[in-house]
């Protein structure tokens, strides 16, 4: 008797944590979105539909409505109710991205529901303008712009290049040696002397 109350107990919890659903929404930086509570009831069936900001697990009250009466909370954009009672974001950053929760407090006999939504707001681009730049010269004559179109070199003059920059440090290294030589040599010279 027991085992079968205990799978009872499991399928009646996966039966709620099923019910539990939570919706996905990816979003562009600037767009309206209208976030929808999953499985919401007919309108007739509920006594009040709350919003909240998920927060480090801390939920945060962003909007409720009883039958016929909206409560705001303090909360730093503008926020409605839309569609099927669905919260009704305009222009959205990603400051908004996160979890929202979508809290359904039924009639009696009915079921209430806590339903999660989650937001992804992509981040915002900006455009970069354009910026022209006129030299004014203070000449009277009129100078026609330098259209040249620049070319390279072609590669036998570029390794003819850099193998004249290698003989050329060669070469001035072996005078450097034939410095040093010849001062090392008049110094023994002037030794002997003494």
Known sequence: MSRKMLFIKLLLLLVHYANQSQAQYLKNCNEDVLLK???????SSFLSI???????????????????????????????????????????????????ECAVHANVGGQNRNDMVNLMVNECLT?????TITNVSNTSQATQPCHKQVEGLPIMWSILGYLGVGLGKIILSL??????????????QQQRRW
Not at 66 to 89: A, C, H, M, P, T
Not at 127 to 131: H, S, Y
Request: proline share 4%.
């Open 175 to 188: 005078i450097c040696i034939g410095v040093i030589r010849v001062c090392r040599s008049s110094r023994r």
């Open 50 to 100: 709350a919003w909240y900001k998920v927060i480090n697990q801390d939920k945060r009250g962003l909007i409720r409505r009883n039958k016929d009466e909206v409560k705001r909370y303090s909360y730093n954009r503008s926020i409605e109710f839309g569609e099927n009672q669905g919260l009704f974001l305009q222009s959205v950053t990603p400051e908004d991205s996160g979890t929202y």
């Open 127 to 131: 455009k970069a303008e354009t910026t």
């Open 37 to 43: 509570c999953p499985g919401f009831p007919s309108e």
